[in-house]
């Protein structure tokens, strides 16, 4: 039993993260059906950043509000420069852009910061809480009440504001969104700025637990990816789930079945899923207009 | 009927280009990148026809490349078989599952189609790289020469005579599947599914036939190029090659068979000419990248054909 | 007709220009080949090879060069990349024509690289640690770097010090863990110790805890961890966590400061096998090593204000057993600089003390590991 409550707080953990990075996929998924593979990237920087301004003297609450808004100065630059020239391309060359992006961000951090990896301090020390015979880090707390926070916060703005509600039209029909009098341009860029917001809280929050370098966006997007379009891609409350069960399949694979097939498992879990549900748990199933 | 000439005038020109280039080549390592070049140049070839054409992304065709190397590494280095029957068996083993796995996963749209061919390719990259016993495991395997009829093949300069053979044949095949009955529908319709099954045309055939032609040409290579490497790693598997894969195509140019070429041929190079930037390496490969297509997004070939052919389709 | 008539003469003229190049060349630099992980998952090895390769070739060139001729390192990135080393190896041997290569940072470059420095015939001095690149000896090839076999040897010898037997072995999915994990498996029933709990993790996870709480309710009366890189630290965060009591042994592969900043307060109390040179400043006056190491860290410390770690040194060690070979042999003879390697006597490196033989191509034995512990932060000699 306190095995089985062990492996499902890790899972929960790790899968928080997946989830935060699955939100961003879907939010800029939504906003312009654009897959960023550079989310990943954002994560990076959040982590790099905020331990580069540590080793500079900056105090911590001051480097992670720097590290975030570098962050989301890098993804409003992306959609400026690399994803609204584009334009209306195809959505495999939008895919390669986006690779490109991440390539050149990735490139930049290890020549800007080093090649090395570093971990955060704990923001509330490393003592283990014992919870039903499980033992969690302070810093497993911090990850899943912020995530929840940001999964709240996020619902009640696409569905109370009027920024998110504009959000979601434009994500639902861009023309009639654009005839209505909502700037498209704008609310194309603040998916990206929202979404590389994101993933620089996520990369934070996992520093202290994951030591973070300048290649670590490359595995925590493409698990992000997956997150998202297990959940369904464009809902958000799937890519949420779609984390969650992630995690939650991969310690719990690694705990009783065998810790070499973990993430086979999970590729398993999407082929299952996607035989039956071929939109994923909460994806769309209306028709295609063509 | 103008278009399909050009398109068979290129494949002229592309065997003369390959029977020349040997004088250009100064030495054994301009042999090995030119052989790289058509390695992967026929992936990208058949992998084209599944983008460009069916319009179906595959984010896993490494998985393909590297069964193809790693069923013929294991049947001849560790069971001793002769190359040749490992490379057929390789070739109708991929054949079969892509056939299998085809129907279920091209159901699926878009970026879910994209996800599935990923997983696809990263379960056969996992499988690969924890089965040590039988694929040496992350550290990879020693593969034996390639011998049939008691010919070895051995030496850049003798492979190239393969590689260069095998990318005019491979772009013979696609030239055909292009101008089939179902390839010239598809066209004409541009490359609407609906518009097409509403013609009466039987596009889920075509899209598993192209599937799985693809997936046996980057078996094919994948099984000679280990061979030719004499060595194989899991990376040949990988996530990251089969987006060098997609990423050949979609420079060089979508539905554009030569773009596949020119696309494979300029992603080997850049490499090679970047080497020397080190640090700087990825960050300017990475701008190449995004410049080149948010410019010329249709890809290279398409792009420039439209320049100079004053921007007809 | 007109077509073979061209290739023939342009055959001759690249013979003649190829002549032409190789009497200009026995005047020119001695060429030092190198492929090494510089970016990618083994930066944090390949990194501080390229800059120890880097700092002593411009060392020996500005004290005269060796043999009267200066040495010209030419360097690529394979960036962890088996497939990469592969071509770039090839691009050294056929475009370069290097007198002499020291590289390959992981097991993988450099098993993709042995078929072909084998056909070639050129010397080859390897830096990455698998078994397997000696063992079974090939003729062009060396290593500088202990082995995952010895690591294992020297943990367990340590455990039975202890009066311990039985060990829990959690080793990463990467192939410095894959192969430590079957040397370590191998070579355990003949030091008497038993492997109980055999768990492995991917080289880019963020959590172990699953893997350890099963090590936690076992018999294990030890923990051994075999991996590289970040992802040793987070296991040892994680052994914290779930307030695993056993002594905990890692391997080589964490033998940085990296190691220690990143795991914190976790690695307290943490036993490795590791060469003298992390230890430099500890080492009594007499060690024969003594010299070597203290001279590498100030060298090192001095031009890259980092510290040291042992995978540098490899890359010293390397560059210097080749250099003291073309040295021997008097020339660059590609036969005689591997015939000069091969009789390697007492050379003393930062990994220890080298004596090379025609059935042993890396010429350590189990002396060159000291066992460390971390106390307060910092590496100490274990008497």
Same mark, same amino acid.
């Given at each position: 039993?306190?095995d ?5 707080l890790? =899972? ?26 550079a989310?990943?990237?954002f994560?990076m920087?959040? =982590? ?7 080793a ?11 590290a975030?808004?570098l962050?989301?100065a ?26 490109g ?7 930049l ?20 809480i014992?919870?039903?015979g499980?033992? /969690?880090?302070?810093?497993s ?21 009027l920024l ?16 209505v =009098?909502i ?7 603040l998916?990206?700025?929202?979404s590389?917001l ?5 990369? /934070? ?13 490359l ?6 990816f997956v ?9 958000g ?5 779609? =984390? ?6 991969e310690?719990?694979?690694?705990g ?35 | ?7 068979w005038?290129g ?5 003369l280009?390959l029977a ?8 054994n ?10 390695i ?7 992998l084209?026809?599944l ?5 179906q ?14 069923v ?7 069971y001793?078989?002769?190359?040749l ?8 083993g ?8 085809a ?16 997983g ?19 550290d990879?395997?020693? +593969?034996?020469?390639?011998? +049939? ?5 051995y ?38 599914e609906?518009?097409a099954?509403?013609a009466?045309?039987?596009?889920t ?9 693809s ?5 094919l ?26 990423t050949m ?26 080497s020397?930037?080190?640090?700087w ?5 990475g ?17 420039l054909q ?6 007809a389709? | ?19 032409l ?10 060429? !030092?080949?190198s492929?090494l ?5 083994a ?7 390229l ?34 080393a ?15 290569i ?5 097991t993988g ?6 078929p ?13 640690g698998?078994?397997? !690149?000696i ?8 290593k ?10 020297k943990?367990f010898?340590d ?11 959690v080793? *990463? ?11 370590c ?8 110790? *038993? !492997?109980?709990v055999?768990?492995?993790?991917g080289p ?36 914290a966590?779930l ?16 190691f ?10 943490v ?8 230890v ?18 100030r060298?090192?410390?001095a ?9 540098g ?21 590609k ?6 390697? *091969? ?12 004596n ?6 890396m ?5 060159a590991?000291?066992?460390?512990? !971390? ?9």
């Amino acid at each position: 039993m306190s095995d089985f409550m062990q492996f499902l707080l890790s =899972g929960i953990t790790v899968g928080a993260t997946y989830a935060l990075a699955g939100l961003g996929f879907t939010i800029i998924y939504n906003a312009s059906h654009v897959i960023n593979f550079a989310q990943g990237e954002f994560m990076m920087i959040g =982590g790099m950043a905020t331990v580069s301004l540590l080793a500079a003297g900056v105090p911590l609450p001051l480097a992670i509000v720097l590290a975030m808004a570098l962050a989301v100065a890098v993804g409003i630059a992306l959609e400026k420069f690399a994803v609204e020239p584009a334009g209306k391309a195809e959505v495999v060359t939008l895919i390669i852009i986006t690779i490109g992006a991440s390539l050149t961000l990735r490139g930049l951090a290890q020549v800007v910061w080093d090649k090395k990896f570093h971990a955060l301090a704990p923001f509330s020390g490393d003592t283990p809480i014992q919870f039903l015979g499980a033992a /969690i880090l302070p810093q497993s707390l911090w990850v899943m009440g912020v995530s929840l926070v940001v999964v709240v916060a996020l619902g009640w703005f696409f569905n109370r504001t009027l920024l998110g509600k504009a959000m979601l039209a434009t994500a639902f029909n861009g023309g009639a969104a654009q005839l209505v =009098g909502i700037n498209v341009k704008f609310m194309l860029m603040l998916s990206f700025a929202l979404s590389a917001l994101l993933g620089a809280v996520a990369g /934070i929050l996992i520093a202290p637990i994951a030591p973070t370098s300048y290649d670590v966006g490359l595995m925590m997007g493409l698990k992000g990816f997956v997150a998202a379009v297990l959940g369904g891609l464009g809902n958000g409350l799937g890519a949420v789930v779609g =984390g969650l069960v992630l995690g939650v399949a991969e310690t719990m694979t690694a705990g009783y079945v065998s810790s070499s097939y973990k993430d086979a498992v999970a590729f398993v879990l999407i082929f299952l899923i996607l035989f039956f549900l071929p939109n994923g748990l909460f994806g769309k199933r209306g028709t295609e207009r063509v | 009927m103008n278009l399909a000439n050009s398109r068979w005038t290129g494949l002229g020109v592309l065997a003369l280009v390959l029977a020349l280039l040997p004088l250009a080549l100064p030495n054994n390592f301009y042999f090995d990148v030119a052989n790289r070049i058509a390695i992967n140049a026929i992936v990208a070839v058949g992998l084209n026809l599944l983008i460009g054409y069916a319009g179906q992304i595959s984010m896993g065709h490494a998985g393909f490349f590297g069964l193809g190397g790693y069923v013929s590494a294991v049947l001849t280095a560790n069971y001793g078989w002769p190359p040749l029957a490992a490379l057929l068996v390789a070739c109708v083993g991929v054949a079969l599952l892509a056939y299998v796995v085809a129907r279920p996963i091209l159901r699926l749209k878009g970026h879910y189609l994209a996800m599935a061919t990923l997983g696809l390719g990263m379960i056969v990259s996992i499988v690969i790289t924890n089965e040590s016993w039988l694929t040496g495991g992350p550290d990879g395997m020693v +593969v034996p020469d390639f011998e +049939v009829f008691g010919l070895r093949l051995y030496g850049e300069q003798t492979w190239y005579g393969v590689f260069a053979v095998l990318l005019v044949f491979a772009v013979w095949v696609a030239l055909n599947i292009i101008d089939s009955p179902v390839g010239r529908a598809l066209r004409a319709v541009h490359g609407s599914e609906v518009a097409a099954q509403v013609a009466g045309i039987d596009t889920t055939g075509y899209k598993v036939l192209v599937f799985v032609v693809s997936a046996v040409f980057a078996t094919l290579v994948g099984s000679l190029s280990a061979h030719y490497g004499a060595f194989i790693t899991p990376d040949k598997a990988s996530f990251m090659h089969s987006v060098e894969f997609v990423t050949m195509v979609v420079v060089g140019g979508m539905a554009s068979t030569f773009g596949a070429v020119v696309g494979a041929a300029l992603l080997t190079l850049l490499p090679q000419v970047l080497s020397g930037l080190e640090d700087w390496e990825m960050v300017v490969f990475g701008l190449i990248l995004m410049t080149s297509m948010i410019f010329m997004p249709r890809g290279l070939v398409p792009s420039l054909q439209a320049r100079f052919t004053g921007g007809a389709r | 007709m007109k077509q073979s008539r061209m290739r023939r003469s342009a055959l001759v003229l690249a013979a003649s220009l190829g002549c032409l190049s190789a009497a200009l060349a026995a005047e020119g630099p001695i060429k !030092i080949g190198s492929f090494l992980s510089v970016t990618g998952p083994a930066a944090f090895l390949g990194d501080p090879e390229l800059k120890t390769l880097q700092l002593y070739v411009d060392k020996l060139n500005a004290a005269g060069g060796v043999l009267g001729r200066k040495l010209e390192l030419v360097h690529y990135d394979d960036a962890g990349d088996a497939a990469k080393a592969n071509t770039f190896v090839k691009r050294l041997l056929e475009d370069d024509k290097v007198d002499v290569i020291v590289g390959g940072t992981t097991t993988g470059g450099t098993m993709a690289a042995v078929p072909l420095v084998e056909r070639a015939g050129v010397p080859f001095v390897s830096l990455a640690g698998a078994v397997v !690149i000696i063992d079974p000896v090939k003729k062009w090839v060396f290593k500088t770097p202990h082995t995952d076999r010895m690591a294992c040897e020297k943990v367990f010898e340590d455990v039975k010090k202890r009066g311990l037997s039985k060990v829990a072995l959690v080793s *990463e999915t990467s192939g410095f863990g894959k192969s430590g994990r079957e040397q370590c498996v191998a070579v355990a029933p003949k030091l008497g110790v *038993e !492997i109980t709990v055999d768990e492995t993790y991917g080289p880019k996870d963020t959590d172990m805890t699953a893997q350890l709480a099963k090590v936690k309710g076992s018999a294990a009366q030890a923990l051994l961890v075999f991996g590289l890189g970040q992802s040793p630290a987070i296991v040892a965060k994680n052994v914290a966590q779930l307030d695993i009591k056993l002594p905990q042994y890692q391997s080589h592969g964490v033998a940085s400061k990296e190691f220690l900043q990143l795991a914190g307060a976790a690695a307290e109390g943490v036993r490795l096998p590791a060469s003298a040179l992390l230890v430099a400043d500890q080492l009594p006056g007499n060690d024969p090593q003594k010299p070597v190491v203290v001279d590498y860290t100030r060298e090192f410390k001095a031009k890259f204000n980092e510290d040291v770690s042992t995978f540098g040194g490899h890359a010293y060690d390397g560059l210097m057993l080749a250099v003291d070979a073309i040295k021997r042999a008097g020339s660059t003879d590609k036969e005689k600089v591997r015939a000069a390697l *091969e009789s390697t006597k007492g050379y003393v490196g930062t990994g220890g003390v080298v004596n090379m033989s025609p059935s042993d191509h890396m010429g350590l034995d189990l002396s060159a590991f000291r066992m460390l512990e !971390i106390r307060n932060g910092n590496w100490t000699l274990v008497p």
